[in-house]
């Protein structure tokens, strides 16, 4: 085997960053025991993602070039995925890209179904893609947008210093509890409801609570 086929195989997903804020033990479950169950949020995020990817759709508009499904990767981070868009705008500050003539801005744009995360992980996974493009088209990055469906607009992202370390952090300790095939251990809240995951995690039998009690709990939460 190629040094660079066994050094891929400790490259992990970007998008996992997400579901890494959302729950450390989500993330182990789906990446590192490789879990997975649908619900209505998991599907109607996968059906949003297929309209906007298809990796060899490329289209131009005025001065703007659109490039869908763009496979990135970081050497540095050890990650690899895909930006749901990239555009590409013509900038005389800008990069050169392969094939096209002139210079260009790159502005990675990702698609959300729901509404903006107050936790900042769409955020975070977005800055991951623009880490990835700066490695790979030597550029900088400053800013990008992510589509909210719910809201049906773009909210602009400043990629500061400050969310570039909490991203490069997050991946960090991605890769240690990866390497130890560590799931961590579960813990109840309020976000366990909606996670489709959370007949597998059993959140609640980890405190020991008794089926009646479980239900007592869900019903109460349930309460404006």
Request: glycine fraction near 6%; charged fraction near 25%.
């Amino acid at each position: 085997m190629s040094n660079s086929m066994e050094s891929d195989a400790d490259f992990l997903l970007l998008s996992g960053i997400k579901h890494f804020c959302f729950c450390q033990r989500r993330w182990a479950l789906v990446h590192i025991e490789q879990q997975w169950q649908e619900n209505a949020l998991t599907v109607s995020g996968h059906l949003i993602h297929e309209r906007v990817h298809d990796e060899n759709f490329t289209e131009s508009r005025g001065s703007v070039l659109l490039s869908r499904g763009m496979p990135v990767r970081s050497q540095l981070l050890r990650i690899t995925g895909e930006c749901d868009l990239v555009e590409l705008r013509h900038d005389e500050n800008g990069v050169a890209i392969y094939g096209r003539s002139g210079t260009w801005r790159v502005f990675p744009v990702e698609y959300k179904h729901g509404q903006p995360d107050e936790r900042g992980a769409d955020a975070m996974q977005l800055c991951a893609q623009a880490l990835c493009l700066e490695e790979m088209l030597v550029t900088d990055i400053p800013d990008g947008a992510i589509y909210y469906g719910k809201i049906r607009r773009r909210v602009p992202v400043a990629f500061t210093a400050e969310l570039r370390r909490m991203t490069t952090e997050a991946i960090a300790e991605m890769h240690r509890l990866f390497a130890r095939g560590h799931t961590p251990k579960a813990k109840w809240t309020k976000a366990c409801k909606s996670c489709s995951l959370v007949e597998v995690c059993q959140p609640l039998l980890a405190k020991r609570m008794s089926a009646s009690a479980y239900v007592r709990q869900m019903l109460e939460e349930d309460r404006p």
